[in-house]
C-alpha cells in the first residue's frame, strides 16, 4: 500500500528541509505503510535533531517553508519535545518530534533510505519501529507492531529488539515491553 499522495507532497517539501538540520527520520503510521502494512492515517510523524536553543529558528524555517505552527507555547515544546505543524498545502499535520535520547540517536543511525512517491526520505527501521510501538503501548500501536510482525517477522533480528526491549524495561522500570513482544509473535 503506498503513502497516500497528501503525506508525499508533504515529505517532499519536508526532507529537504529537515537534511539541512540533521538526522532525522519517519516513524509512525506512514513508516508502517512505507513498510508495505495496510494503514490509514491522517499525519505524519518525524524524529528531527535540533537543539532546544535551536527550536524557534527551526520553527520560524518551518512557517517560511509552508508549515504553520499548531502549538505557540515554549514550555508545550520544553514538556513535550514535540512541535507540531500542519502543511499548508495539504492541510495534513506533521509532528515533530524533537530527538533527545541515545535511542532516539540510535535509531536515526540505522535509519533505512526508502523512496516514497519519488523522494528518498529515512524511515525508521523496522525493528525500531516495532519497538517503538510496543513502547508507546496504544492499542493501536500494538496492533501496528502485530502488524508488522506478520508481514516481516522471519525478516526481523529479533535478538535486537529483545534485547532493546529488555533494557527500556529495566531502564523505566516497566514490566510489559517483553509479555507485549511474546503476544504478538504468538
Same mark, same amino acid.
Given at each position: 500500500?503506498?503513502?497516500?499522495?497528501?503525506? +508525499?507532497?508533504?515529505?517532499?517539501?519536508?526532507?529537504?528541509?529537515?537534511?539541512?538540520?540533521?538526522?532525522?527520520?519517519?516513524?509512525?503510521?506512514?513508516?508502517?505503510?512505507?513498510?508495505? +502494512?495496510?494503514?490509514?492515517?491522517?499525519?505524519?510523524?518525524?524524529?528531527?535533531?535540533?537543539?532546544?536553543?535551536?527550536?524557534?529558528?527551526?520553527?520560524?524555517?518551518?512557517?517560511?517553508?509552508?508549515?504553520?505552527?499548531?502549538?505557540?507555547? =515554549?514550555?508545550?515544546?520544553?514538556?513535550?519535545?514535540?512541535?507540531?505543524?500542519?502543511?499548508?498545502?495539504?492541510?495534513? =499535520?506533521?509532528?515533530?518530534?524533537?530527538?533527545?535520547?541515545?535511542?532516539?540517536?540510535?535509531?536515526?543511525?540505522?535509519? +533505512?533510505?526508502?523512496?516514497?512517491?519519488?523522494?528518498? +526520505?529515512?524511515?525508521?527501521?523496522?525493528?525500531?519501529? @516495532?519497538?517503538?510501538?510496543?513502547?508507546?503501548?496504544?492499542?493501536?500501536?500494538?496492533?501496528?507492531?502485530?502488524?508488522?510482525?506478520?508481514?516481516?517477522?522471519?525478516?526481523?533480528?529479533?535478538?535486537?529488539?529483545?534485547?532493546?526491549?529488555?533494557?527500556?524495561?529495566?531502564? @523505566?522500570?516497566?514490566?510489559?515491553?517483553?509479555?507485549? @513482544?511474546?503476544?504478538?509473535?504468538?
Amino acid at each position: 500500500m503506498p503513502i497516500a499522495p497528501a503525506a +508525499v507532497e508533504l515529505l517532499r517539501e519536508l526532507a529537504p528541509l529537515l537534511d539541512r538540520w540533521g538526522p532525522w527520520y519517519l516513524f509512525g503510521a506512514q513508516a508502517v505503510v512505507a513498510y508495505g +502494512v495496510p494503514r490509514l492515517s491522517a499525519d505524519v510523524d518525524v524524529t528531527v535533531h535540533v537543539a532546544l536553543g535551536e527550536v524557534e529558528r527551526f520553527a520560524d524555517e518551518m512557517a517560511r517553508s509552508g508549515f504553520d505552527p499548531l502549538v505557540s507555547d =515554549p514550555d508545550f515544546v520544553r514538556r513535550t519535545h514535540v512541535l507540531p505543524f500542519v502543511h499548508r498545502a495539504t492541510g495534513m =499535520p506533521v509532528d515533530l518530534v524533537l530527538a533527545c535520547s541515545g535511542l532516539e540517536q540510535e535509531f536515526a543511525e540505522r535509519a +533505512v533510505p526508502i523512496d516514497v512517491g519519488g523522494v528518498t +526520505v529515512p524511515v525508521i527501521s523496522r525493528e525500531d519501529l @516495532l519497538i517503538a510501538k510496543i513502547l508507546a503501548g496504544r492499542p493501536k500501536d500494538v496492533e501496528d507492531a502485530r502488524a508488522l510482525w506478520r508481514a516481516h517477522g522471519d525478516e526481523l533480528d529479533l535478538e535486537r529488539i529483545e534485547s532493546v526491549l529488555q533494557q527500556l524495561q529495566e531502564a @523505566l522500570a516497566q514490566s510489559d515491553l517483553l509479555p507485549t @513482544l511474546h503476544s504478538i509473535r504468538r
